[in-house]
């Protein structure tokens, strides 16, 4: 079974899906504006009613394979299971997708738009016509995410694709109704992952197990975290203490500020003086900053402000994956880990000529978690043992597979930034995983 799961996800390579844009590109919808990822390095959760805006407006289009929407944009409940009238006496696979398309927050919203663009487009290249999603709109709340989940299941689906936050999906584990059926959630809360629960989502833990063993493997035993005292700082520092102890290594020194700090020069000094004292235990240091965008340009710089004169590399995660960031001087030669680039540049383009804007932060995930469903999907049913296929799956985001836990196992890249030839490749993600022992 697992050699069967790779071989027919294989056959999804991103390579081919420019075959379908011309015929999509006449049927594709979306906002003017372009929308604002979410994913800013803080958790993915619920930002509430904080983020509203005056006058911005709904989704206003829901592909849903002929499902009707109403006024707003979204399907209209289904008495029993929905079927488009063209597909009557077929045996159909119906998929409920589970997004916060009307979340008080605009990023959300935008997020869940790019997300559903993404799904969208797997169908299109992969789908058969027996292949059915079912949107509905969460609103980024528990008891809405049941019930829409519920009236899913009643028209018909026999899986979801989503939700997006950890909050969602723990509602939905909780509900009797839902029983057993499988989740390919969105959140990066490793907690709510288990039993048919799995998350497609890619885990800073992931990410710094990948940077920890690489520097690891070209001579760095130390290193050192400078990074926001919030859940996802705690959790990256928390996680970067762990691979090192494992990798032979140690942190040396963790440097918190406040969420959100823009200029933390006290912090940055203190941890520039901590990583001097560290100096019996010789060598150079790597120093993890879980920043992005303008914070990651205001914080880089400080720690070399301060004099730290101990030999160091400044390392990040899958944020710095941002041109923006890159002629930052400070972040010369400094190493971050991401997804592999070619496919999701191709994806990139690809989705900005069909929707007239650039691909949210998640919309590739949604794109391989919907033609993962597709494909393991195509003898009518998503069984949890070819979701946790030993070989794993190749799509958009490179090689991975879903492991006892629930959350997904990822083969990554490591970039070396340089300001005036960008991000180059300097570690390729592995096309293979190790067999298991035991």
Not at 177 to 194: E, H, K, T
Not at 274 to 299: C, D, H, W, Y
């Amino acid at each position: 079974m697992t050699s069967r799961a790779q071989s027919r996800f294989g056959r999804l390579a991103p390579s081919l899906v420019f075959a379908a844009f011309l015929a999509m590109a006449g049927c594709a919808t979306g906002p003017a504006s372009p929308p604002a990822p979410i994913s800013s390095g803080k958790p993915r959760v619920d930002p509430g009613k904080s983020g509203q805006q005056a006058g911005l407006e709904e989704p206003t289009s829901l592909h849903a394979n002929g499902m009707e929407i109403d006024a707003n944009g979204m399907p209209v409940p289904m008495a029993g299971e929905f079927t488009p009238e063209f597909l009557e006496g077929k045996d159909l696979v119906r998929a409920g997708v589970l997004l916060p398309f009307s979340h008080p927050n605009s990023g959300v919203r935008a997020e869940a738009e790019g997300m559903l663009a993404g799904i969208e487009m797997a169908l299109f290249d992969h789908a058969p016509d027996s292949f059915v999603i079912l949107p509905k709109d969460t609103a980024g709340s528990r008891s809405k995410t049941v019930e829409v989940a519920e009236q899913a299941r009643a028209e018909g689906a026999e899986f979801f694709l989503g939700p997006l936050f950890g909050s969602s999906v723990a509602a939905l584990n909780e509900d009797r109704f839902l029983a057993g059926m499988p989740i390919i959630g969105f959140s990066n809360d490793r907690d709510v992952a288990g039993g048919n629960t799995f998350l497609a989502s890619i885990s800073p833990e992931e990410e710094v197990a990948a940077l920890v063993e690489y520097a690891v493997n070209n001579g760095f035993r130390q290193f050192a975290y400078f990074g926001p005292q919030s859940a996802l700082g705690m959790r990256i520092e928390t996680a970067l203490q762990f691979e090192a102890s494992q990798q032979g290594g140690i942190v040396v020194a963790s440097g918190f500020y406040p969420d959100g700090s823009g200029s933390p020069t006290s912090e940055a000094e203190y941890l520039a003086t901590s990583i001097n004292n560290a100096s019996e235990f010789g060598g150079p240091v790597a120093v993890l900053i879980p920043e992005r965008g303008t914070q990651l340009r205001k914080v880089a710089p400080l720690l070399a402000y301060y004099d730290m004169n101990r030999e160091t590399k400044l390392m990040g995660l899958s944020g710095w994956n941002d041109p923006s960031v890159w002629r930052e001087p400070s972040l010369k030669d400094a190493w971050f880990v991401a997804p592999p680039k070619t496919d999701l540049d191709a994806f990139e383009t690809r989705y900005r000529r069909i929707y007239g804007r650039a691909p949210t932060s998640l919309a590739a995930q949604a794109y391989d978690a919907a033609a993962l469903a597709i494909s393991l999907s195509a003898d009518g049913e998503l069984e949890r043992e070819e979701l946790m296929a030993e070989d794993g799956f190749v799509g958009l985001n490179g090689l991975f597979r879903f492991v006892a836990d629930g959350t997904a196992e990822r083969k990554l890249s490591i970039y070396q930034i340089s300001p005036t030839e960008g991000a180059r490749l300097i570690k390729p993600g592995e096309m293979a995983f190790q067999p298991d022992i035991g």
